[in-house]
């Protein structure tokens, strides 16, 4: 957290990664370096497979973050929620350490009695309302999820409503994959909001395989500033390429 | 890591004992109410009687709803939420307790007891915001799901969406926001309390016409003119709609203005036309009076003057 920023990747797929390297390993990686990976696993008609959904569990479970299966339809509530969840429980994480720092060991904010623990969350809470937050948003846009895009714009922009009223500062990013010809394609660079996206959204061509573990590192990329620098680069040169 | 249907604390059996770890008071499950996104609601049966019980899945936001209960217990009078009792663990889930709420959902008791009190309910809602308010929180998850009609009085259940005025709202339902209606932020301010308590009246009185979001509040404000129920309130609900009441009070002031107003008409009845008959007569007695004082003090000038 550092600078009073919290960093989130929010990946929302259907399926199974079935290209590239193993995703609950680069989110691993991620929450090594101070970000939190929430998965959301979108259903329409379909069903997540078992594979999927373990899959969808593992890499919440190794980023630090939530991990929910949802309908279409709830992806609005879903979405907000768990990036609050996610959210809150970073800067409980952060003032647990400092308790056990102050403490010693095993003392964590669950041994304190119920009433002073409503003291910490206050806190916590108030936090969460202020400090920074930046949130890159990894879309997968292989062909099955082509009837779910409209719901996931829609949460997208909801879940901007929702951060926009907060006190701390916010940027967005938004990421989908498979790219054109590369893992990811940048849709849109960090921006405070992300209603701009919405005409970017109708662009997009589902289709392709599912790099899910590759989308991911090319998402924790955008957290580093030097890195994203020349990435920014190189997507200039693609996209130059790709439209010559 | 947290998963909402595989939790095991939305799957307590009935029948099952929890003992908290710091009070160590007793509590048998009897059944579950409901769940929700951070936690499972369970009636239970203690020595003293029936409580509701919520275990959770998210301990953090369980304290967090815990906070909100206290400062709603703080803020009484008489509190339409349900009191708090006490939070402790089980189990290494944070639960709480409170009073359990029987009662009637919002639109079977409108259904059953007819649309006038419709606006009473929204007075006695609208007067506990107020108090809400003033105490710097606004309730943020308005929405007949959330409110019960206990006796022939409102009562509110889930406090989960309680904010502090000026974060951002922390739990919402999209029929009864206004940033998903496009009607303003999602800010926690007392016109975000009251833009819901708007769409909860136009609901409550046409149960039957749900209006798709896509065309914004236009698509409600044609419901408040074509209602009959609402015809007297048309006004003070677009009003309401498009934020032009900032306070709890002020939308409580008109309407009750309203509502006073409009029950008179109709029940002006032959007892009233009397008493108004009575009253214009006493009036031109009073007045005879008066002018009879006048003319006498008159008279007694005129015959000092005379000397």
Redesign the interface.
Known sequence: MSQGTIKQILLITDGCSNVGENPSAVAALAKEQGMTVNVIGVVENDRIGAQGIAEIEAIAEAGGGFSRIVYAKELSKTVQMVTRQAMTQTIYGVVNRELTSIFGEEKEIDDLPPDKRGDVIEVVDELGETLNLKICVLVDTSASMRQKLSMVKESLVDLSLSMQARIGDNSFALLAFPGKRKDTEKLVDWTPKINELTTIFNKLSPGGVTPTGPALRDAMAMFSPTRSRRRWLRDDAFSEESSG | ????AKNPAANIKPGTLIIGK?HKNRYQIVKQLGYG?IGAVYLVRSPVGHYALKIGY????I??E??AL?RLTSVQGQSLGPFFV????WN?W?FYVMEYIHGQPLFSFVQKNGREWIVVLMLQLLAELKKLHGEGYIFGDLKPDNLLVSGQRIRWLDVGGVT?I?????EFT?FYDR??WGAG????EPSYDLFSVAVIFIHLACPHQLPKKEAGIKQLEKLVLASRTLHPYQSILIGALRGAYEHAGKLHGALLEKASGVQRPAAASRVEKKRLKRRKKWSLFKSIIVMAFLFLLFFIYLNFKGI
């Open positions: 890591m947290m998963h909402l710091w996104s998210d301990n953090m936001g304290i967090s815990v906070n206290k006490e939070m402790d663990d290494g944070t502090k000026g974060h951002s709202v922390k999209s940033a998903h932020t999602r800010k926690a």
